[in-house]
T-cell receptor
Framework: EDQVTQSPEALRLQEGESSSLNCSYT??????LFWYRQDPGKGPEFLFT???AGEEKEKERLKATLTKKESFLHITAPKPEDSATYLC??????????FGPGTRLSVLP | GAVVSQHPSWVICKSGTSVKIECRSL??????MFWYRQFPKQSLMLMAT?????????EQGVEKDKFLINHASLTLSTLTVTSAHPEDSSFYIC???????????FGPGTRLLVL
């Protein structure tokens, strides 16, 4: 059975304090790994898609990396506006996505 | 980026009534649309997958007679919650993809409160 876990469940950072969020997965035949950002009361916003181990993508203060078992979302010098829930999802053999439980990030000024 | 809209953004209804939620892909044709349900501080729970012109595929434990899904065109899917009860109160989110290789683009969600 395809599974996705994320850690930590919640993370509080001071503004400027860099850190990483983890997404671990077990799937049969990974087609893609996706990162989303979700603000309270809103739908998820697409951030990155990673397809193969070793791939990296960057967007502003965010950088996503992928290995055969996990993905990391690195946040460099975060700002309060980066506070959100970050969701990881994998797409395996079918077209459905399996979502992780998310990491709630709070960046304090 | 691709834009997906949902209507209404929130709805309050009485127990026993039916509620229809629309999901539209505004600037692309969606071969597949997904419907999710999300409880507070929890992740997305896939309810069903719908392909244009065919019957929706429901996840285990989701009542297809209660949650009616119609994907009548490549830009519109609707979710109807029939005979709604307070336990159906939740945040419903749809998403759409163009091809099986692309990411899902999510709508802004619809908050349903059943009194």
């Amino acid at each position: 059975e395809d599974q996705v876990t994320q850690s930590p469940e919640a993370l509080r950072l001071q503004e400027g304090e860099s850190s990483s969020l983890n997404c671990s997965y077990t799937v049969s035949g990974l087609r893609g790994l996706f990162w989303y950002r979700q603000d309270p009361g809103k739908g998820p916003e697409f951030l990155f898609t990673l397809y193969s181990a070793g791939e990296e993508k960057e967007k502003e203060r965010l950088k996503a990396t992928l290995t055969k078992k996990e993905s990391f979302l690195h946040i460099t010098a975060p700002k309060p506006e980066d506070s959100a829930t970050y969701l990881c999802a994998v797409q395996a053999g079918g077209q459905n996505f399996v979502f992780g439980p998310g990491t709630r990030l709070s960046v304090l000024p | 980026g691709a834009v997906v809209s949902q209507h209404p953004s929130w709805v309050i209804c009485k127990s026993g009534t039916s509620v229809k939620i629309e999901c539209r892909s505004l600037d692309f044709q969606a071969t597949t649309m997904f419907w999710y349900r999300q409880f507070p501080k929890q992740s997305l729970m896939l309810m069903a997958t719908s392909n244009e012109g065919s019957k929706a595929t429901y996840e285990q434990g989701v009542e297809k007679d209660k949650f009616l899904i119609n994907h009548a065109s490549l830009t519109l899917s609707t979710l109807t919650v029939t005979s709604a009860h307070p336990e159906d109160s939740s945040f419903y989110i749809c998403s759409a993809i163009r091809t099986s290789q692309e990411t899902q683009y999510f709508g802004p969600g619809t908050r349903l409160l059943v009194l």
